[in-house]
């Protein structure tokens, strides 16, 4: 990517971006989709396409609680196994390439309250005093 800027001097100034390492992020792109649809809805002024596409896409949204993550199968294993009598949900594994770890987690919940009522009951285990909430 290249962009130029015209300075006073009559000569272009540039900034170079192809060595920028790209990366995904923690950006949940189905909230952006929203914003951008309501956002053309209401230029639009049709603001009830918007208030439904949004409320649709709220619902697809999925709250997943993490347990752990490791750095071997073998040490996520071990985690379920050493665990899995301690509470009532079953845990999964699941290979993040991203971040190359082993994450376990609970199936999702549709309700954020219901997965932070979860979660908050996982912190008095100590085994499960690092969880925490993602979305999907």
């Given at each position: 990517m290249e962009t130029q800027n015209e300075k006073g001097t009559g000569e272009p100034e540039y900034y170079l971006f192809d060595d920028?390492?790209?990366t995904d992020s923690l950006i949940n792109y189905s909230s952006i989709k929203s914003e951008l649809i309501i956002d053309s809805a209401i230029q639009k002024n049709d603001k009830?396409?918007?208030q439904l596409i949004n409320g649709a896409e709220k619902k697809l949204e999925k709250y997943i609680i993490q347990l752990g993550a490791f750095s071997s199968k073998e040490r996520a294993d071990s985690f379920v196994k050493d665990n899995k009598d301690k509470i009532s949900f079953p845990m999964s594994i699941i290979y993040k390439q991203q971040s190359n770890l082993y994450v376990v987690q609970?199936?999702?919940f549709k309700e954020r309250t219901e997965a932070e009522l979860v979660r908050n009951a996982l912190w008095k285990v100590i085994s499960f005093k690092d969880a925490f909430?993602?979305?999907e």
């Open positions: 920028v390492e790209i009830s396409i918007g609970i199936p999702p909430i993602i979305t």
